[in-house]
């Protein structure tokens, strides 16, 4: 019996002690262990991220974080032998120093600088001069390829709805413009190559297709008469939305160097989705060079399929736009794999807290995707814009 109480009591103290143990405060004195950081690399590596295995559709945050920051040594590696052209614009930056550091990966190189201004009755100027960098015009045309090429892109800005007609109805008009644009290209200081001319989207749907196609004729060939490059930014077939066909693309060819077609913002914030769906692209391309024209794989090396270098960040106040770094930040509240949209062909995630993010941005296989795509189709890229992106993504062009 003494046996047994001993054995009883030895057993209840043991409960007592676990109970304390389980209900006690932690103590206050005792250190937690510190979470262990991430090591990000950065700078350029031995190998690139195909001979790294990071070209997977369903990358991991942590794989992102760390090694979106570097990339292979030999910049001057091209695996894209298409004709490739890299946006540049002084909101970001960043920008200028990938025109250089990866320079030999871009053919053109289109600084967002100019505007065409109207500056009273039968007066125009060329805006935005102040921004130019003459230096800077030199280094990227050091990096290569040779033959590298420096065309500003050049908008109509603030013209009113009589000062756009005035435009589309008098020659005299068209040639001061055209004059005023061939004098900012052969200025000495910086000696541009052409200009990338966005006008389409500003009046298509809005004028005549013959007036709208007059005045870019009109331009390019004073451009072409002064050997200079014109590439016109055109808008893909979308939904019902027509606004540039086979028949204004074999208009213009003879007089294009090339066309920027902008194969990105399918999505927005009353729609939230993929911001480029490979299947879309594939249409956008065919709708304008279908393979049943004669020398259909000559022609479409002049089209150059636009590459978002942004992304989308849809919230429940709507959100919007996001560049490479705002994404990583994102990314910092995200664990596991990004999601593999197949359909489109590009990847996302999302969370919930603190509050809800839905969050699409190109990855190293989406971009892939692309440039495959670009390959088979026998076109070329227009990257907008290359400050946006991360810094391996240069290794894949």
Known sequence: MKFHVQSSLIVILSCVLILEATLAPPDKNKKSKPAKELKINKGPVDRNVHDRNLVIDEPTSESILKESATYYKNTSARLFDGPTLGFVTPWNNHGYNVAKTFGSK??????????VLHKGKHKYEIGG?????????QDVRRAGPPGKKVLPRVMFEKFSENDFSHVLMYESARDEIAELLVQVCKNPKHKFDGIVLEVWFQL??????KHLLRL??????????????VVLVVPPLR????????????????????????????????RPGANSPIKWIRRAVEHICPDTIPNYLEKRQKVLIG????GMDYTLGGGGPITGRQFLDLLKMYKGSLN??????????EFKKPSKHLVFYPTLYSINKRIELAK????????????QGLEYFYDLF
């Not at 870019?216 to 490059?229: F, G």
């Not at 208009?251 to 399918?266: E, G, I, K, Q």
């Not at 593999?340 to 995630?349: G, I, L, Q, T, V």
């Open 106 to 115: 871009f053919d053109i190189i289109s600084p967002v600088w100019l505007q």
């Open 129 to 137: 001069t102040h921004d130019v960098d003459a230096k800077w015009i």
């Open 204 to 209: 298509a749907g809005r004028v005549q297709d």
């Open 216 to 229: 870019v004729e009109h331009l390019a060939k004073v451009l072409q008469m002064n050997n200079l490059m």
């Open 239 to 270: 939904d019902q939305m027509d606004f540039f066909t086979q028949k204004h693309f074999e208009a213009l060819y003879p007089l294009m160097s090339a066309f920027a077609l902008v194969t990105y913002d399918y999505s927005n914030i009353e």
């Open 307 to 310: 590459m978002n270098m942004y």
């Open 340 to 349: 593999h949209a197949e359909e489109d062909e590009e990847n996302y995630f």
């Open 376 to 387: 088979e189709l026998n076109t070329g890229l227009s990257l907008w814009e290359i400050g």
